[in-house]
């Protein structure tokens, strides 16, 4: 049985497996790329609701897990070496699940970088662009009387999105026939915009066809569907 008592975020979030690897999430765009890399390689895994909404992922034992305080974290019980792993910040716990599996990421090194980079691409761009411009639609931000600044988010979103578009054509997926964690990084954002967001209008999604054909089939897929239920709300 592993010893996982090291971690004081499994005081908050007892493990009731503590075999298995142990998420800390929401089904946000970020969390659900845990969530989704999980389902998606078979992993066995513990979800643990971490309620954003009231500042639970900045009390005492998730901030020893994460210092910044964000969704999602993990411990795996089998780290490197067999010993438990703290990892957070999810561009990081999808690179590590692809090693550990050997999963969702091309085996050639050229391939290996070439996918590492778009997933950075959505960590630096997609994710904060999107996320900004969510604030300005949806929530706090749209009291703001001067428009620039949402507009400005419009704009460079999508931007991205023809990013997106024109890295698309001809492919199914972003590495092109192989489904991989650049693709597990981007479908939640995305998918986000246009649903949660509500900017399916105010940025042309229609516009952006590769886009749109991508999205729908990273949606049909079984463990993109279970993951982003994952942890369930209710």
Partial sequence: MSDLSRFPITRRWPAQHPERIQLYSLNTPNGVKASIMLEETGLAYEPHLVDIMQNESHTPEFLSLNPNGKIPAIIDPDGPGGQPLGLFESGAIL?????KTGQFIPADPAGRWEAIQWVFFQMASIGPMFGQLGFFNKFGGKDIADPRPKQRYVD????????????????????????????????GWVDNLITFYEARELVGFDDFAHVEAWLR??????????????????
């Fill in 95 to 99: 690179l590590y699940l692809a090693d």
């Fill in 156 to 187: 460079e979103s999508r931007r991205l999105l023809g990013v997106l578009d024109a890295r698309l054509d001809g492919r199914t997926w972003l590495m092109g026939d192989d489904y991989t964690i650049a693709d597990i990084a981007t479908l």
């Fill in 217 to 234: 089939c990273g949606l049909a897929r079984p463990g993109v569907q279970r993951g982003l239920a994952i942890p369930s709300r209710d």
